[in-house]
């Protein structure tokens, strides 16, 4: 039995509705977005208030603009949509997210990315801890994840694959970034960091970026900046350093058989 | 460096039996026997025997004999045979030593420590070939009370039931995922799950597609390392699991080698090919009870709220109070592990050290939860070590609504406990993704057996629940005045919640 509740016709114009969140519990909003996520474009919602779960487990084309503030685990095994939110966002975005895309103008709570596999989140500002663990890629579905602002500890640990890019730009006078274990268990994937780091985990490397690495991390960057408004060549890539792990098999040697 | 390892069995051949069609050659794995073909005579390397039988059982003349290596350092009580072998193992290695299946130590067993009544006289047992006798269970979260109306005559139930799961015994296969088991063996679960009527667990390896078409009769489970969790695949089970924790390695991360991760496995992890399946210890984003609370209803939302989401966790010392907060997170399902409980791979020191009994885990979070009034909002699984019907009574009696079972299903299909799963190689092509050692499981065999054996133990049950002049599963749920206990102490029997036999 699927969920269906119509939007009401006066809500929608060219193919956009609008929903006001205000007081809404997050089951009735996310129902409603739910049953109609598959007959009109895009959603717009406002007074968006800590609501979670905003495009969990949605599958389809739609694009949401949320206006306010998302609760946790937004996204989270998102198939497809395209969710912007205007304002900041918390705990858990993209949560095995397999497929979409996030655009948070605003900064992020702990666990970004958590284990997505596939899709691309963008963060205009900061994210708190544990972003991008547990990344993973699986075929043609290449997560990125990228971080306009600094982040905190446990960056990309247990990385498994897709990329990760962290831009420090809230970092005033080129900063260390004070995160710790960065890439912990890493065993797969890239993390492009640019600016300083002041810790890492044991089982990565840190290396210059090359060529190819300009040619994967340049449009990346275009498309962070047109989403954000933001100058390109206020981020040259020269200043990236690239964290990979030493081996895609951490742990191969910790047995006795 | 020299090994100083000696080894554990000794293959004996009768020359006379043995007819040199190397069968034995082709079954073992582990290229124990070898053709000698100087002096036409089969021969053995003994350091390379797990004792798996394969050997023993398709030899055409029963001309093999495998033995306990009777050679053993001077008898010693605190060091034994296998403290000696570890340490000499670690100092050639410098690694942890790694097993397979559930702990095998001689104490913990406090089933065989519980014993059931019969009715005698004063009631009459009931005959369960002339009696209906239900055994069908119905898992989820009951109402606190039913309210019902009377609308034209008929009555009508205004309550809105939660999801359940309904089985047809109170028997459930255990998380086993494909990667640790093979792709034989997971059909063959899910065959016999469907044609049983109950359910099998994907374990966290995520399911391949050719077996959504059973996904009625499959609990899905998402573990802390995601693997293959999908929409689809969320959406095909007929319910979720979350896996905290499982009895043979409580606390501790999952880790499936990379050569165990063929094209198949990845397609259905959802990782590439020839990489480490590492799961972390925690779920990175279960922190707390409310982090719990959070996952469990994110998965809620993403199926529309139309199954059951359950939590399992290995049976430690504070799993009553654990148990509890799960509850209150909105498990419809919570599934208790025992220290008994098995594994494809885990650090023997865990092993067999690590969790407690499932029988006392079991007997305080029921009791517990029955305290707080809590206990109708979730139905208990139990699972570690069950290996017969009698276990299945007496944990139903306990406090459980049903129990999952792993290594008796492996068993029935030929598993004979050597604990070697973890080298990927098990001869009865079960623990391994070798698609050439996989064939040994016909999953048309493999699912007749699990099915007999289900047949079997519901049957003893009948006759156990007939017996104590009960005719319901229901009726047998948490009746501890059903069991008596033998060579326990006071506290001992104070947490299980029984009394001593002959009181
Ligand atoms: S299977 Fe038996 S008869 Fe055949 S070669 Fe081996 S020991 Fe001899
Ligand atoms: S599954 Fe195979 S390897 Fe594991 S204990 Fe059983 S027979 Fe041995």
């Known amino acids: 039995m699927k969920p269906s509740k119509r939007l009401e016709q006066d809500s929608i114009r060219d193919d956009v509705a609008i929903i006001n969140a205000e007081g809404m519990h997050y089951r009735d909003l996310n129902f409603l977005i739910k049953s109609n996520s598959n007959s009109v474009r895009r959603i717009d919602i406002y007074n968006v208030d800590g609501q979670r779960y905003i495009g969990t487990g949605l599958k389809s084309n739609i694009e949401l603009h949320l206006y306010g503030t998302p609760g946790n685990d937004l996204a989270a095994f998102m198939d497809g949509p395209t969710i912007y939110v205007h304002g900041d966002a918390q705990d858990g975005v993209g949560n095995t997210m397999n497929n979409g895309k996030v655009v948070v103008y605003g900064r992020a709570g702990d666990i970004v990315g958590y284990s997505m596999r596939g899709g691309k989140i963008f963060i205009r500002d900061d994210a708190g801890y544990r972003v991008g663990i547990h990344m993973k890629e699986y075929g043609n579905q290449k997560p990125i994840l990228v971080i306009g602002g600094t982040v905190q500890d446990f960056l990309g640990e247990y990385m498994a694959g897709g990329i990760l890019v962290v831009l420090g730009l809230t970092l005033k006078d080129r900063e260390t970034c004070k995160a710790k274990f960065v890439g912990t268990g890493m065993h797969g994937g890239i993390i492009y960091f640019r600016g300083q780091l002041s810790h890492t985990g044991k089982e990565v490397k840190v290396t210059e970026i090359e060529k190819d690495d300009v040619a994967v991390l340049r449009p990346i960057i275009e498309e962070f900046c047109n989403h954000f408004n933001l100058d390109v060549d206020t981020i040259p890539l020269k200043e990236f350093k690239k964290l990979i792990p030493h081996s895609t098999r951490p742990y191969g040697k910790l047995y006795a058989y | ?503």
């Open chain 2, 1 to 503: 460096m020299k090994s100083y390892i000696e080894p554990e069995f000794i293959v004996e051949r009768d020359d006379q039996k043995c007819i040199r069609c190397k069968v034995c050659i082709n079954q073992c794995t582990y290229d124990t026997h070898y053709y000698d073909p100087e002096d036409d005579v089969i021969r053995s390397r003994d350091e390379n025997c797990v004792n798996c039988h394969r050997c023993v059982v398709f030899c055409p003349t029963k001309a093999i004999t495998i033995k306990r290596n009777t050679t053993r350092y001077t008898e010693n009580w605190h060091w034994t045979q296998e403290v000696i072998t570890a340490i000499k193992k670690q100092a050639e290695s410098g690694g942890v030593i790694l097993t397979g299946m559930g702990c095998d130590k001689p104490h913990y067993t406090y089933w065989d420590k519980i014993l059931l009544n019969a009715s005698q006289v004063t009631n009459p047992s009931i005959d369960p070939l002339r009696e209906p006798m239900e055994l069908r269970t119905f898992l989820g979260p009951k109402p606190d009370k039913l309210e019902l109306e009377l609308e034209n005559g008929d009555v009508v139930l205004k309550t809105k039931l939660s999801p359940q799961l309904c089985v047809e015994t109170p028997i459930l296969f255990a998380a086993m995922s494909y990667g640790a088991v093979s792709f034989n063996v997971h059909l063959a679960l899910a065959r016999a799950a469907a044609q049983f009527g109950t359910l099998m667990n994907t374990g966290e390896g995520g399911l391949d597609k050719r077996l959504y078409k059973y996904g009625d009769h499959i609990i899905v489970q998402v573990a802390s390392g995601r693997f293959g969790v999908s929409l689809d695949y969320l959406n095909v089970g007929a319910a979720i699991e979350i896996k905290i924790g499982q009895g043979a390695k409580p606390g501790i991360g999952g880790h499936l080698p990379g050569e165990k991760v063929t094209v198949e496995i990845s397609r259905t992890r959802m990782i590439p090919v020839g990489t480490d399946a590492l799961s972390p210890a925690p779920h990175h984003d279960i922190y707390s009870i409310e982090d719990l609370h959070q996952l469990i209803y994110a998965l809620k939302e993403a199926t529309d709220y139309i199954k059951p989401v359950g939590v399992k966790i290995a049976a430690v010392h504070n799993s009553a109070a654990i148990a509890s907060g799960m509850v209150r997170a909105g498990a419809d399902f919570i599934v208790l592990d025992g220290v008994r409980g098995s594994t494809g791979a885990a650090p023997k020191v865990i092993r067999d050290n690590v969790g407690i009994p499932i029988e006392l885990a079991l007997a305080s979070v029921d009791q517990r939860l029955r305290e707080e009034g809590i206990r109708n909002k979730t139905s208990i699984i139990v699972s570690g070590g069950i290996r017969g019907s009698a276990d299945i009574v007496k944990a139903i009696a306990l406090g459980a609504d049903a129990v999952y079972i792993g290594t008796a299903a492996l068993v029935a299909i030929g598993c004979t406990l050597c604990q070697k799963c973890y080298t990927g190689k098990c001869p009865w092509g079960i623990a391994t993704t070798d698609p050439w050692i996989s064939k040994r499981v016909n999953p048309d065999i493999a699912a007749r057996r699990l099915v007999n054996l289900l047949q079997a133990w519901s049957l003893e049950i009948k006759e156990m629940m007939g017996g104590m002049g009960i005719n319901s599963i229901e009726s047998l749920r948490g009746n501890r005045s059903q069991l008596r206990g033998v060579g326990l102490t006071d506290t001992e029997l104070k947490i299980l919640g029984i009394k001593m036999a002959g009181e």
